[in-house]
């Protein structure tokens, strides 16, 4: 059974940073590509980034630059640093491995 689990949400300034955990259970994470997506209010979800079993990286355009994806297989968790971040990231946060799992999200706010 794929179980999800993220954290690291929270209120920050504009400008500010927050470094996302998602820590997973039910299949081979080493071997799983796994993803971060985004949901604001009113918008539907979409896909922020990917790293794949081999730690190939790929980001939407609109956080290219600023949020960086990476892994611990060791721990099972995968992780989105998030720098330079602005009102329009406001969202909650998912990630995922490939398949229809999903887990309950983390919110982040960013407001002055």
């Known amino acids: 059974q794929v179980q999800l689990v993220e954290s690291g949400g929270g209120l920050v300034q504009p400008g500010g940073s927050l470094r996302l955990s998602c820590a997973a259970s039910g299949f081979i994470f080493s071997q799983a590509q796994l993803s971060w997506y985004r949901q604001a209010p009113g918008k539907e979800r979409e896909w922020v980034a990917t790293i794949s079993a081999i730690g190939n990286t790929n980001y939407a355009d609109s956080v290219k630059g600023r949020f960086t994806i990476s892994r611990d297989n060791a721990k099972n968790t995968v992780y989105l640093q998030m720098n330079s971040l602005k009102p329009e990231d406001t969202a909650v946060y998912y990630c995922?491995?490939?398949?229809?799992?999903w887990g309950q999200g983390t919110q982040v706010t960013v407001s002055s």
């Open positions: 995922r491995p490939q398949g229809p799992y």
